[in-house]
C-alpha cells in the first residue's frame, strides 16, 4: 500500500511540470518578450541572478497573433517555443542571443508550424539548442550565426519541409549535424546565399536536401568547407521521384569536405557553374565517396549543366553513374571547367591514377572546351575513364579542350585546313608561321589515326584510310598546341 501511495504522489507531484505550457488566444495580439513575463503564468520569467530572459515551460504563439523578440532569450530544459502565427527578432545594433542554458537535461528547440504570418530573424546568435524546425512556414533568416547545436531529436540545425526558407549572410560551425536539411517524403527549396559553412560534424552533408519545390533550390557565393571525415559538402536526392527539382549552384567554394557535391535520383536538373569544389578528399576509402562532382541518375531525368568550375585535387573529379545526363561543354557553348589532379592511390597503395572525369554510364557525355591541366591528348585520355577503357560505358567527348592560361594566343602558332568538310582524301595545312611541328589526327575516340612532320607554310595531307566522320587535328610546337575540327565526307 505504501508502495502505490509513493508511486501516486510521484505521478501527481510531476504531472503539473509535464505538462506546464501557455498558449496564446490567438486573437491578433502581438506579445514582447515583457508582455510574455506577465501573461504567460510562469512559462517565460526574468532569471535575476543570472541577468536573463528565459523561457521555463513550453509556449506557443496561436496563428493570427505574433511573437516581438525585443531581448536575448535563453531555454531551460526540453523546452519548446512553436510559432504558428509570426514572429520579429529582428535586431539592429548588437545581437539578439536565442541560446539553451539549462543545466541538464534535452536542449531547447524552436518550432516554426503552419505560420500564419512571417518568421523573420535578423542579427541572432542562436546557439546550443537541439534544432529549428520549419513545417510549411514562410521563414527569412539574415545574418544569424548558428553554432554548437547538439542535433539530439533531429539530424540538422535547421530541418524544413515544405517551405522555401531564405539563408542570406549566415553562419553554421560547430554543430553536431547537417546545417540545413529536408526530408525525402516533402519538397522544399531553401534559398541559401553569402553563407559559411564549417566544422559541421556529422555523417551527412552540410546542407542535405530532399527534392525541391515549385521554385528552384539556390546555393550561391557560398563557402561549405572543413566537417569531419564523414561530412560531405552537399547534397541534393529525390529517391522517390516526388517532383521535378530544379537547382542553382553558383559561385560557390566547396573544399575539405568528404565530398563535394552529390546529386542523385530521379528528376533533377542542375546548374553548376563558377563554383570551385578543391581536395574534397577527407574520405579514407575512394570506394565510399571523394568526388568533386557526383551526378547519380536513376534515368536520363537526372540531368546537370556544368561550366566554368575549377574541380582539382580531389579524389574523383567528376563522377557519372548509372542514367545521367551530364552536360560538360558543347561545340557551341564551351565547359571552359578546369579539371585536373584529381585522383588516389591505387593497386594496393602502390599507384597513384588519376581520375579527372569517370563516366560509370551507358550514356555519352559532351565534355568540349574544357582544360585538364596538359595540353597533351593522351594524357587527357588516360585521365578520363569511359568507352576508351570499357565498352560496357559511354563515350567522353573532350575534345576540342582549351589551353593553359599560361599560354599567351600571340606566342602559339595558328594554323587552317581546308577545304573542311574534306571529300576528296586529303586537305591543306596552311602555317601562320612556319616552325617545325609534329601533326596527328585524332577520331573522336581520342585514338590516333594519322601523324606527320610538318616543316612548310602550306602542306598537303593524305586522309585516304580515313572513314567518313568528326576528326581533331593537333597541331604541336615550341610555341603550345592547337587543335581543330575536321569533317570528312
Known amino acids: 500500500m505504501k508502495k502505490v501511495t509513493l508511486i501516486l504522489a510521484l505521478f501527481f507531484g510531476f504531472f503539473p511540470l509535464l505538462n506546464a505550457q501557455w498558449t496564446s488566444p490567438g486573437n491578433g495580439t502581438t506579445y514582447n518578450i515583457d508582455d510574455l513575463i506577465e501573461v504567460s503564468e510562469g512559462c ?15 509556449v506557443t504563439i496561436s496563428a493570427n497573433d505574433k511573437l516581438d523578440v525585443n531581448h536575448s532569450l535563453y531555454f531551460g530544459n526540453n523546452v519548446t517555443l512553436t510559432i504558428k502565427g509570426s514572429i520579429d527578432a529582428i535586431n539592429t545594433d548588437d545581437y539578439y542571443w536565442l541560446a539553451f542554458s539549462g543545466n541538464s ?20 546568435n542562436i546557439t546550443q539548442l537541439d534544432g529549428i524546425q520549419i513545417i510549411e512556414s514562410e521563414a527569412v533568416f539574415t545574418d ?3 553554432h554548437t547545436f547538439r542535433c539530439e531529436q533531429q539530424s540538422a540545425v535547421v530541418n524544413c519541409m515544405n517551405c522555401d526558407p531564405v539563408f542570406t549572410n549566415c553562419e553554421f560551425d560547430n554543430n553536431n549535424g547537417s546545417a540545413i536539411s529536408s526530408p525525402a517524403n516533402g519538397q522544399t527549396s531553401p534559398q541559401i546565399t553569402d553563407c559559411i559553412f564549417f566544422l559541421n560534424l556529422s555523417n551527412n552533408p552540410h546542407i542535405n536536401l530532399g527534392p525541391g519545390s515549385q521554385d528552384s533550390i539556390r546555393i550561391v557565393n557560398c563557402t561549405i568547407h572543413w566537417g569531419d571525415e564523414m561530412a560531405g559538402g552537399i547534397s541534393i536526392a529525390d529517391l522517390m521521384g516526388t517532383g521535378n527539382t530544379k537547382i542553382l549552384l ?17 528528376h533533377l536538373s542542375s546548374t553548376i557553374i563558377g563554383n570551385t569544389f578543391d581536395q574534397n578528399n577527407l574520405e579514407t576509402n575512394p570506394m565510399n565517396g571523394g568526388s568533386g562532382i557526383s551526378i547519380y541518375g536513376m534515368d536520363e531525368n537526372n540531368k546537370a549543366y556544368i561550366r566554368n568550375n575549377v574541380i582539382t585535387k580531389n579524389l574523383w573529379g567528376i563522377t557519372v553513374i548509372n542514367a545521367a545526363d551530364v552536360d560538360l561543354g558543347i561545340e557551341d557553348d564551351w565547359g571552359n571547367n578546369i579539371i585536373h589532379d584529381n585522383g588516389h592511390i591505387t593497386n594496393y597503395g602502390m599507384d597513384f591514377t588519376y581520375f579527372d572525369l569517370y563516366n560509370n554510364s551507358a550514356n555519352d557525355i559532351m565534355a568540349v572546351g574544357n582544360y585538364w591541366g596538359t595540353t597533351d591528348i593522351q594524357e587527357i585520355e588516360d585521365h578520363i575513364t569511359h568507352k576508351n577503357d570499357d565498352p560496357n560505358l559511354g563515350l567522353v567527348n573532350y575534345i576540342p579542350f582549351f589551353e593553359d592560361d599560361n599560354v599567351s594566343e600571340s606566342n602559339t602558332t595558328d594554323f587552317e585546313v581546308w577545304p573542311n568538310p574534306v571529300s576528296d582524301g586529303s586537305f591543306t595545312l596552311t602555317l601562320e608561321n612556319a616552325i617545325p611541328s609534329e601533326l596527328v589526327i585524332y577520331n573522336v575516340n581520342g585514338q590516333m589515326m594519322k601523324t606527320q612532320r610538318i616543316d612548310n607554310s602550306v602542306n598537303t595531307i593524305r586522309i585516304d584510310t580515313m572513314e567518313s566522320g568528326i576528326y581533331f587535328v593537333e597541331l604541336k610546337n615550341d610555341n603550345g598546341t592547337k587543335v581543330k575540327k575536321l569533317i570528312v565526307k
Not at 112 to 123: H, I, Y
Not at 250 to 266: C, E, L, S
Request: proline share 2%.
Open 44 to 58: 517565460v520569467v526574468w532569471n535575476e541572478s543570472n541577468q536573463q530572459y528565459r523561457i521555463e515551460n513550453d
Open 105 to 124: 537535461g534535452v536542449n531547447g528547440r524552436i518550432r516554426l508550424e503552419d505560420a500564419t504570418g512571417p518568421c523573420v530573424f535578423r542579427r541572432c
Open 144 to 146: 544569424c550565426h548558428f
Open 250 to 266: 553558383k559561385n560557390n567554394d566547396i573544399n575539405h569536405n568528404r565530398y563535394g557535391y552529390n546529386q542523385q535520383g530521379y
